[in-house]
């Protein structure tokens, strides 16, 4: 099962690596258990592997985004949550990724305003909660979406565009929904209602194997202390609109007050992991999740 997931993480990474990046600014665009973990093997060619800091830098809970005008979509999906949390259907779907179940193929349909949809906006990038699938998906949110819609009794649509276009997508009605390991935020409920959590999540350091910087961090005060003394000779990669960028760069809404290192955001976490591995930034803040995922990827696990 887990051998279906790392194998589509390794595929984004290559397909990524050969994407582009921008550096972001010091104020990002509107988006809208103690202890060092390691992830490290023996890399493959050029490779000299990553290793993951397994101490949680925030406590976040995931939530889908709805549209400010459609309070009855906002309700029918939180009975959908609470429907699938008692039955044991979103525990079952988790296991599909992180467990010994099997992840499922899901299937978009064509945008069609003559039908019955549920269109879902997503960033299609951010393994195990939503990948693609050669023309279809898999991931936990769109295990997620596809039950939403059935749900509701409606044909889905999967729109995959760019993580910091997917609230401003469903606050211009164009999609109905977003639903892509979205951290509920009180920025972020300025463009759109954020239904019940259905998971909590947390930002992670990922860093080169062979670096020694944290080798003595056992805890988060630890942590903290060495991401404080960091200069900004010092270059931190992000997903952009992430709250690992809001994090690196300081956020007073998000209550963050920002490291002294330079913030460089990518089109998604793994292209951040290759330009770490190929020498332009030092390490890189994403979520622990795909962190996980990308690690066991770039490390050949």
Do not use: H
């Amino acid at each position: 099962m887990k051998n279906v997931m790392k194998a589509l993480a390794v595929a984004l990474c290559l397909i990524f690596a050969l994407s582009a990046f921008a550096a972001c600014e010091k104020k990002p665009a509107s988006t809208d258990e103690p202890g060092t973990k390691v992830a490290e093997t023996d890399a493959p060619k050029a490779n000299k592997g990553v290793k993951v800091i397994d101490i949680s830098l925030t406590d976040e809970e995931y939530g889908f985004g709805v549209s400010k005008d459609d309070d009855e979509l906002l309700t029918k999906a939180n009975e959908y949550i609470a429907q699938i949390k008692e039955d044991g259907t979103l525990d079952a779907i988790i296991n599909n990724y992180f467990g010994d179940g099997t992840p499922a193929t899901v299937v978009s349909a064509e945008e069609d305003s003559s039908e019955d949809q549920l269109i879902v906006a997503t960033n299609a990038a951010f393994p195990p909660f939503e990948a693609t699938e050669g023309e279809n998906y898999t991931g936990i949110d769109m295990e997620l979406a596809k039950g939403l819609a059935d749900f509701l009794g409606k044909e889905l649509v999967i729109k995959n565009i760019e993580f910091d276009t997917v609230l401003p997508t469903v606050d211009a009605g164009q999609a109905d929904i977003a639903i892509t390991g979205l951290t509920i935020n009180e920025t972020r409920k300025k463009t759109v209602n954020f239904t019940d959590s259905y998971y909590t999540a947390s930002q992670v350091l990922v860093i080169p194997a062979d670096d020694t910087t944290f080798n003595n961090v056992t805890d988060y005060d630890e942590l903290m202390e060495v991401l404080n003394g960091l200069t900004s000779e010092t270059k931190i990669g992000v997903q952009k609109g992430t709250t690992g960028q809001f994090y690196v760069v300081g956020d007073a809404d998000w209550d963050f007050p920002g490291l002294a290192a330079e913030c460089v955001a990518y089109a998604n976490g793994a292209l951040a992991v290759q330009d770490m591995i190929n020498g332009n930034v030092n390490f890189v803040i994403i979520d622990q999740a795909p962190a996980m995922f990308i690690a066991d990827s770039f490390n050949g696990n």
